[in-house]
């Protein structure tokens, strides 16, 4: 099992950049995809960004291609999004999630994650 705490989350204006991490415990992060989703009120989960096992291989949301980032660093067991240009609409919890996974490459599916975090707000003004 593993136990995944996000971190980052804050307040920033519109075309603003921040950084969340996602560190994991309990578990060596190697052995899981990671992926990042998001929920902001009154909407159901969106799917943001995953990383394969080995980092290699990574797969976006349409709304955030371009402009969100997701790295990992497995000797910290930490899992990163970087967000950049931010806009009102990327306002929501943001949650990182894992996945156990016998591919290291491998970045599908995006559902039937297995662990998931607590979640961090990010909230982005005009």
């Known amino acids: 099992q593993v136990h995944l705490v996000e971190s980052g989350g804050g307040l920033v204006q519109d075309g603003g950049s921040l950084r969340l991490s996602c560190a994991a415990s309990?578990?060596?992060?190697?052995?899981?995809?990671m992926g990042w989703f998001r929920q902001a009120p009154r909407t159901e989960r969106e799917f943001v960004a995953t990383?394969?096992?080995?980092?290699?291989?990574?797969y976006y949301g349409n709304s955030v291609k371009g402009r969100f980032t997701i790295a990992r660093d497995n000797a910290k067991d930490t899992v990163y999004l970087q967000m950049n240009s931010l806009k009102l609409e990327d306002t929501a919890v943001y949650y990182c999630?894992?996945?156990?996974?016998?591919?290291?490459?491998?970045?599908?599916?995006?559902?039937?994650?297995?662990?998931w975090g607590q979640g961090t707000q990010v909230t982005v003004s005009s």
């Open positions: 309990g578990s060596t992060v190697s052995n899981y995809r």
């Open positions: 999630a894992a996945q156990r996974s016998p591919s290291n490459t491998a970045v599908l599916p995006t559902t039937g994650y297995d662990y």
């Open positions: 990383i394969s096992r080995s980092g290699g291989s990574t």
